[in-house]
């Protein structure tokens, strides 16, 4: 018989809610963070035009920022329409999120183990602990408190099927299964947590069905983990093995599982990177057979919730623990979120044997739970703070991790923004050092030395980038920019075009190419059927109804001789420059237009 929520617990829920608002409330006025936040929301123009009908489709179907999590597009979408640019209000749903996955998790372990203040203390240490201000105060990071907020609801459906059978039930629990790995594809482990969620709380007999039963749940994780593949492989997120292998790679994994475990206890020094380092073997092997004792110890001790709880610490970090690497960080405090609930299961219920028949160990037990609750909600309003904005963020993070490549280049840029031009070249010359064989080190450098009017540097930055990652739109078509004032018209057309090719939806390096092709000088440069076909895509891309792009269109038709198209393309875009107010522009296109008339191509000097 499950327990019945009553007073206590409603008096529970309102401390909890209380706790996270006091802890995380400042984060509501913090901006969105140059790392993520920008290609997730704020440039990101499939958000912008959603929820529409073809958006919602399109977050279906995209693998974009190397992710396939179509509920988390949904979300951003809602948030989008609701707030726009207002980080404030995406910040509010991520805390909003976050709140109701304390209460759900107090909720569904109060249900399942009847414990009620243990589960209190669980839910408190997750809703205030400092290792998760990461993924409350981290737009981009709103698919790890859906995908928590769907899985924990799952969870609780699946116990409930376990207690009441009933097809609805079972069901239900899939489908909000279903809607978490939509949201990020952190549970796939779910099908092997509910194994020991069997084994305790719900003390399930042993029996080949508990395995049956979760097969639709495999299957799910399966087809989750096969999308999760495909949509890191198209964006180019796995590192290589050359770089990172395997035996590097296990190594830092029973590191990490005990680096998790010290800042849980000791929060102390958290960032929002932390770069590789060398191990010792002797560091490597004491980590490896600690993790193997504790285990053995969690077994020989014969406690049920010793064995959920750190198998299930164990289990629900294989996915982010680093076997197979996404990125180049050594462990990430996000990963945590969920992982943490296995240790803190153990701290609660461990300290409840402590106190058994122990009424002044009890009471100190308490206090102690009390003062560690509290140090956590004061640890985490200060971590909050250095949310603040990316620099004070970025520059955080490089005091713990001095050497990290991600954090030097982003913090440049940053500093670009802020036009502090000797800082910004100062962090992407220290990244193009850390890692000399950097593409971004060498492409952020080279957009800075450009604008500074360094142009010989700049190209020897930009060329090292093209050759290193040959792949990239924005290195070629910055390439191509640079190489403007060289006059190798040849090699300033040949990178706008492999820009053009690269990323076939890019409407300026799409327009660069076209007007080249149609209006270059050099004669042996002019491509007027390829400015055609390179124009009319750039042009319809924009609807027609782009000055610019249609200037080049109407470049290209008279190229090709078809003066009547060319002349009525650029009236039509003379027409919008001055309905735009761009007189200048508009002036430009008339004299085109008069070449036009004249039955004369438009050369570029």
Request: glycine share 6%; with cysteine; hydrophobic share 50%.
């Amino acid at each position: 018989m499950e327990p019945a929520l009553g007073r206590h617990d409603l008096l529970i829920a309102l401390a909890l809610v209380a706790i996270v608002v006091v802890a995380f409330a400042p984060v509501t006025d913090d901006p969105f963070i140059r790392l993520d936040d920008y290609g997730y929301v704020v440039d990101n123009t499939h958000i912008h035009d959603g929820p529409t009908p073809q958006a919602l489709a399109w977050a279906w179907t995209a693998f974009e920022k190397a992710n396939w999590h179509p509920l988390t597009w949904w979300s951003h979408m809602i948030d989008y329409r609701l707030y726009g640019a207002d980080a404030g209000g995406h910040h509010r749903t991520n805390l909003f999120l976050h709140i109701l996955n304390a209460l759900v998790l107090f909720a569904v372990l109060r249900k399942i183990t009847a414990a009620r203040w243990r589960s209190a203390l669980v839910a408190a240490l997750f809703a205030v602990h400092p290792l998760h201000v990461e993924t409350v105060a981290w737009i981009s990071e709103r698919k790890d408190v859906l995908s928590t907020l769907f899985g924990l609801l799952a969870i609780g459906a699946y116990a409930g099927w376990t207690r009441k059978a009933g097809l609805w039930r079972y069901a239900t629990a899939l489908v909000l299964f279903a809607a978490s790995l939509a949201s990020k594809p952190m549970l796939v482990t779910l099908p092997l947590l509910l194994l020991l969620i069997d084994y305790w709380p719900l003390q399930r007999s042993l029996a080949p069905r508990l395995i049956v039963e979760k097969v639709p749940f495999l299957m799910l994780s399966a087809l989750s983990s096969v999308l999760t593949v495909a949509a890191q492989r198209a964006g180019g997120a796995f590192s290589d093995m050359t770089v990172l292998p395997l035996s590097m790679r296990a190594a830092n994994a029973a590191i990490s599982y005990w680096r998790y475990i010290a800042r849980m206890f000791w929060p102390k020094d958290l960032s929002i990177f932390y770069t590789y380092q060398s191990w010792t073997p002797g560091q490597i092997a004491a980590a490896t057979i600690g993790l193997i004792a504790v285990t053995w110890l969690v077994f020989a001790v014969k406690r049920r919730w010793a064995v959920t709880g750190w198998l299930a610490y164990l289990g629900m970090l294989v996915p982010v623990i680093g076997l197979v690497q996404v990125g180049r960080q050594s462990m990430a405090d996000r990963y945590t979120y969920l992982p943490l609930i296995g240790l803190f299961i153990l701290l609660a219920w461990g300290l409840e044997e402590l106190c058994a028949g122990r009424r002044r160990v009890k009471f100190a037990v308490v206090a102690l739970a009390m003062i560690a609750v509290a140090a956590s909600a004061v640890g985490t309003r200060k971590q909050v703070g250095y949310w603040k904005d990316s620099v004070t963020l970025f520059e955080h993070g490089l005091q713990v991790s001095p050497e990290s490549l991600t954090l030097h280049n982003n913090l440049g840029i940053e500093r670009s923004v802020m036009r502090q031009w000797d800082r910004a070249e100062h962090h992407f010359v220290r990244a193009r050092e850390i890692e000399p064989n950097s593409p971004e080190a060498y492409f952020n450098l080279g957009r800075l030395l450009v604008g500074l009017g360094r142009t010989s540097e700049a190209i020897e930055n930009l060329e090292r980038a093209v050759e290193i990652h040959p792949e990239r739109a924005a290195s070629h078509f910055h390439l191509a920019i640079a190489l403007r004032s060289t006059g190798r018209s040849k090699d300033i057309v040949r990178h706008f075009r492999e820009a053009a090719r690269l990323d076939s939806t890019w409407v300026a390096a799409l327009n660069q190419a076209a007007w080249l092709l149609a209006t270059s000088a050099d004669a042996s440069v002019r491509d007027p059927a390829e400015a055609l076909r390179l124009a009319e895509r750039a042009s319809r891309l924009t609807g027609y109804g782009d000055a610019n792009t249609l200037d080049s269109l109407s470049a290209a038709l008279a190229a090709s001789g078809q003066f009547e198209q060319a002349i009525e393309t650029v009236t039509r875009a003379e027409r919008i420059a001055t309905a735009q107010g761009n007189s200048r522009k508009a002036d430009t296109l008339r004299r085109r237009l008069e070449s036009y008339r004249n039955g004369l191509p438009w050369i570029t000097p």
